[in-house]
């Protein structure tokens, strides 16, 4: 008798390469504070890929992110699938060019591959352009029969609904946010520095409601988590969709917080049902009150002089406000990065950030700033929000970072805090992480021997607060500050003032989320 031969599954290894911003907040100091958690969110896009794997194949997921070595290619695996934001790209390529060489058929997906399908094929056998669960079958079938092509664009095939994502490939304990819960993909608006609408189209859609639910349940069960995060783009898109998951999110007694577009506002019937379901606070990407700069940007679906009402509106509702701006447009100058400032204090949003514009791959900003030559960088780490890589009209790259940091100082300062926040009622987490950010900033000017940026440096050119030593357009200080780039015994406000420049509202919200469901004894 001739032994039958073991049916061998095809396997597939996903990878999120490792990227300091996803472990910016997490050095070994923070890790302490922060539960032992490697990194800020869980792979969600690995871990929906892999739900939209037929059930023969064989699925890891690495999450470099996690580890404490780089991942070392091994050519165990038919396929490894890797996935890149903008930041990420430099090692993501460098792991697809190592698998590649051992003979090991690459896939490339993410935000990054889909904006640049031609770069990444030059790294890849295979780029999925935008969404996994519509082109993976795809992809697969055309690889079993040999016939794979170069790119694979998602709006060629049937949508295919969006997918849970497999938790069980991942280990919970790495993760400050585990159960990122995303209800829709896509955003209906198409501002022109937003990589969402170029890549996810405008067409927006949403998630079946049953699915979320079973999803929030699920995590409450399984992880005693009640606090979550919504990673949408604009929770808001569909109001009437939003009013039937409100509904059916009010039973399950969760707090939760999302991004969302400002025209929320029009609706108090949509915001009380949101607070009802247990909305704590939204991410409002505001970019700027000036309305020059919002043209600019294409913001074409509200008038900045309409913000005021429109987040007081909000905030009668009891939902706190996280304000994201922008700096750099060519209709900003110091003066009106200063007036933003201002603003966010006058409207009292609770927290705010204030990123430097990046051009990134596939945004009219890039197309308009390549065709006319003003992309001066293109190495892809330093896409983050604290960088200068293109050239500014109305300031200087030194100008704009000491503009940035001048806000984060004033927008964080005690006296600022203390005329948002007040005393009473107690805003614990919003009152802990001003004082850490204003304490980061002071510690690492003072380590400097620097005085802290403020915008009254601007009237005085010659004044020591200039005295920059590290050049603007290519700041080393936050990215190398992550586990593997700093000593695990600097300061932790260190990591505090240089986590500020580069986080994004998501950043901060998840480090509350995180504490407030350890609270509960995840
Ligand atoms: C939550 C979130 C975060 C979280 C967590 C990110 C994470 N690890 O998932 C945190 C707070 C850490 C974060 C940080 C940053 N973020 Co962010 N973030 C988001 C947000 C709102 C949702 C991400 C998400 O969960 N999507 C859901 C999953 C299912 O989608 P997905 O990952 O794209 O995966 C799908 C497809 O792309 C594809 N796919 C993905 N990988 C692969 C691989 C293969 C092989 C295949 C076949 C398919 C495939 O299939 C998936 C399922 O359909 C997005 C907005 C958005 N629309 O994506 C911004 C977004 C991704 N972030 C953005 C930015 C700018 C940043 C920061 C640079 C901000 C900053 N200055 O710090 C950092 C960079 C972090 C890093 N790792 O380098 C930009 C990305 C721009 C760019 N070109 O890279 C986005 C698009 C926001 C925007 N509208 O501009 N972010
Ligand atoms: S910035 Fe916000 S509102 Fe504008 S296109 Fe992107 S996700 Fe939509």
Redesign the pocket.
């Known amino acids: 008798m001739i032994a039958a031969e073991p049916i061998q599954r095809p396997r597939i290894r ?1 990878i ?1 390469p490792n ?4 472990t ?1 907040t997490m050095p070994e100091l923070i890790r302490h504070m922060t539960f032992t958690r490697k ?11 892999a739900a ?1 794997m037929p059930s023969e194949w064989e699925v890891e997921i690495i999450d470099e ?1 996690t580890r404490d070595h780089p991942h070392v290619p091994d050519a165990d695996v038919d396929i490894v ?8 790209a430099n090692r993501a390529y460098e792991l697809a060019d190592a698998y590649r060489r051992m003979g090991v058929t690459v ?9 640049l399908p031609e770069e990444a094929r030059r790294h890849a056998d295979a780029v ?1 352009c ?7 079958p795809h ?1 697969l079938a055309d690889w079993k029969r040999g016939a794979l092509r170069p790119v ?1 664009d998602w709006t060629e095939f049937p949508t295919a609904p ?2 849970t ?1 497999r938790k069980d490939l991942l280990d919970p304990r790495d993760y400050l ?1 585990f159960n ?1 819960i ?1 209800t829709t ?3 209906p608006h198409n501002c022109n ?4 609408p170029g ?2 189209g405008r067409k927006f859609r949403q998630r079946r409601i049953a699915d979320i639910v079973e999803e929030i349940r699920e995590a409450k069960e399984r992880f005693r988590s009640w606090v979550f ?1 919504f ?3 604009d929770f808001g898109g569909n109001h009437k969709w939003a009013l039937e998951l409100c509904a059916a999110l009010e039973p399950l007694g969760i707090r939760w917080a999302s ?1 969302c577009d400002i025209l929320i506002s029009n609706n108090d019937k949509l915001l009380a049902a949101m607070r009802r379901s247990g909305c704590v606070g939204l991410i409002l990407g505001l970019e700027s009150p000036n309305q020059a700069t919002l043209t600019e940007a294409g913001k074409r679906y509200v008038a900045s002089d309409s913000y005021e009402w429109r987040i007081r509106r909000i905030l009668s509702h009891g939902i706190k406000l996280w304000g994201a701006f922008i700096f750099g447009f060519d209709t900003d100058d110091w003066h009106s990065c200063r007036d933003t400032v201002r603003f966010a204090q006058r409207c009292e949003l609770s927290m705010a950030c204030f ?1 430097i514009l ?1 051009p ?3 945004t009219g900003v890039w197309h308009d700033y390549q065709s006319s030559g003003r992309i001066v960088c293109e190495d892809w780490e330093r ?4 960088s200068v890589v293109y050239e500014p009209k109305r300031m200087t790259a030194q100008q704009l970072c000491h503009a940035q940091m001048a806000a984060f100082a004033e927008f964080y300062s005690f006296r600022s805090a203390f005329r948002r926040l007040r005393l009473w009622p107690v805003k614990k987490y919003a009152w802990l992480a001003h004082l850490a950010i204003e304490r980061g900033i002071r510690h690492y000017y003072g380590k400097r021997g620097r005085r802290i940026p403020s915008f009254a440096d601007f009237l005085h050119p010659d004044s020591l607060a200039w005295d920059h030593r590290e050049s603007c357009a290519a700041p080393v200080e936050p990215t190398a500050a992550n586990t593997r780039g700093l000593a695990s015994d600097a300061p932790a406000e260190q990591f505090v003032a240089e986590a500020a420049r ?3 509202p ?2 901060q919200a ?1 480090l509350v989320v995180a504490d407030l469901n350890a609270r509960r004894g995840t």
């Open positions: 996903f999120n990227s300091k911003l996803s910016i990194a800020i969110f869980m792979p969600t896009g690995l871990a929906v890929c939209a992110c699938g890797i996935s890149a934001m903008t930041t990420q896939f490339m997906g993410g935000i990054h591959p889909s904006a999925c935008g969404d996994g669960e519509t082109c993976l992809m694979y969006i997918a994502p946010i990122p995303q993909r896509g955003c520095f937003c990589t969402t890549v996810f995060i990673a949408d783009d991004q990123p990046t990134y791959p596939g896409y983050n929000g604290a580069v986080s994004d998501y950043h998840s």
